[in-house]
Nanobody
Framework: QVQLVESGGGLVQAGGSLRLSCAASGRTFGGYVMGWFRQAPGKEREFVATITWIIGNTNYADSVKGRFSISRDNAKNTVYLQMNSLKPEDTAVYYC?????????????????WGQGTQVTVSS
């Protein structure tokens, strides 16, 4: 059974940094794409970043490009989201997700597996 467990969220001041981790287990993830999404209160879940597991192709939402970086460690079956220059509008619950695909994928509705989420709060 696939499990995705996020960690690393917390409270940070604007301009600060956090690194989120997503530990994946339950299968081999070659042939999968991993994504980070976020959801603020009263808003729809939105795409943040995605990475293909084998090649490591990445794609980012315009709102985080240049500030966030997604990466993966194949040996540890872990995906990371390094978040720098954080802004109050980055405040949300951040979710890790997995989808069977060889290409990066931005639509949250297409993902097969989800973690429980981790709260990120950025104070001004």
């Amino acid at each position: 059974q696939v499990q995705l467990v996020e960690s690393g969220g917390g409270l940070v001041q604007a301009g600060g940094s956090l690194r989120l981790s997503c530990a994946a287990s339950g299968r081999t993830f070659g042939g999968y794409v991993m994504g980070w999404f976020r959801q603020a209160p009263g808003k729809e879940r939105e795409f943040v970043a995605t990475i293909t597991w084998i090649i490591g192709n990445t794609n980012y939402a315009d709102s985080v490009k240049g500030r966030f970086s997604i990466s993966r460690d194949n040996a540890k079956n872990t995906v990371y989201l390094q978040m720098n220059s954080l802004k109050p509008e980055d405040t949300a619950v951040y979710y890790c997700a997995a989808k069977s695909s060889l290409n990066y994928y931005r639509d949250y509705k297409g993902y097969d597996y989800w973690g429980q989420g981790t709260q990120v709060t950025v104070s001004s």
